[in-house]
């Protein structure tokens, strides 16, 4: 348990909390008050360390990403489901205007999306959000986007898959979420750069 | 007050509040008791409503923003300022290995990036997180999306020059933050469409 907690940076009583949430799996048991933890405990802890601390996500999301990990059953479940597990913020409905332009976008792209997909609402409500402050998306920006994901996800999606369900689904979580704070970075990088360009 | 409540959506406590903590600049007096507001005041709300709703932001950081879009002098200044005054979450400093690997993208990109830019430290700390959970990114990936925002960062920034200093920095504030939602929804519905394609 000291090991565990030296090498994955936590305190032991944040790793017994874990272990009473369920968060983390027991050790096996070598006598009464000693337990041994292996590699899987340890990347077990740091995943955590990294949805709470790097993407913010509170442990009751973090529990319910962890559980959709452990019951995928194939590896487009288990993007499936990391996709699912990790809704946006903000709770107003989308509106029926911006579910529409959703729509229209999916069409001009050739994409699709399953049922029970939360993407569209996700992202018609960030158009809402841009309509209330006046400064509305246009939709060569919102094609633009599309255009550009299209050859990134085909590599980000070709990265997840690791062989068995449970390192897949590990490893969608990982490129869903912790590669955010990436996309993010590059993005303000590249808008520095031509800013500074324009601005000269 | 009222009407400036039932516009916003906000309640009259809350936009007291605002006012109180000079986040929303006084209204024009109007006798002892009253006081006009106008659509600049109106539009205002909207912003703080935004960024503290759809991009999460704590109060005291939406003061900064406010205080940047404020004082900027030039439109380039207006992005820059809009872009050091959102940090990214996350305290531990980059390490040097990251920030060397983000020096080198710079370098195949062509890109430099101004003194007191955030972004070369919060694109390692990025980085970091990935090593941590043993999924680093590969360069391969990371000039992808530099490539995929290229042209994209030439739109959005085209579309942030408003005009005047104000509304422009305003404008660099929504497209920056306000945006990123958009850009996250819109990579998981491509990534969703990929992921599908290849589970069949």
Redesign the interface.
């Known amino acids: 348990m000291a090991e565990l907690a030296s090498r994955s940076g936590l305190t032991v009583a944040t790793i017994k909390y874990y272990l009473r949430e369920g968060l983390l799996p027991p050790g096996e048991a070598v006598g009464a008050t000693r337990a041994r933890y292996d590699d899987s405990h340890l ?1 077990r802890l ?2 955590i ?2 949805l709470t ?2 993407a ?1 996500l509170r442990l009751e999301v973090v529990r319910e990403v962890l559980d959709g990990i452990g019951r995928a059953g ?3 479940e288990a ?2 489901s990391a ?1 699912t597990r990790l809704p ?3 709770t107003r409905p989308a509106s029926e205007t911006s579910l529409a332009r959703v729509e229209a976008m ?1 069409d001009r792209t050739g ?4 049922h029970g ?1 939360p ?2 609402e ?2 018609g ?3 809402d ?2 309509d ?4 509305p ?2 939709d ?3 094609d ?3 255009e ?14 690791a062989g068995d369900v449970e390192s897949s689904a590990e ?1 969608a979580v ?3 979420l ?19 360009e ?2 000269r």
Chains 1, 2 share one sequence.
């Not at 994409?111 to 399953?114: H, T, Y």
């Not at 209330?132 to 400064?135: R, S």
């Open positions: 990347r740091r995943l360390r990294a601390d790097v913010g194939s590896w487009h993007v499936g996709h946006f913020p903000g999916l994409w699709s999306l399953g997909s993407h569209a996700a992202l409500r960030a158009l959000a841009l209330d402050v006046q400064h998306l246009s060569d920006l919102l633009a986007y599309a550009a994901w299209q050859p990134v996800a085909e590599l980000e999606v070709a990265g997840v898959d490893a990982v490129g869903t912790l590669l955010e704070p990436v996309v993010l970075a590059v993005r303000r990088i590249a808008q520095e750069n031509v800013s500074r324009r601005g």
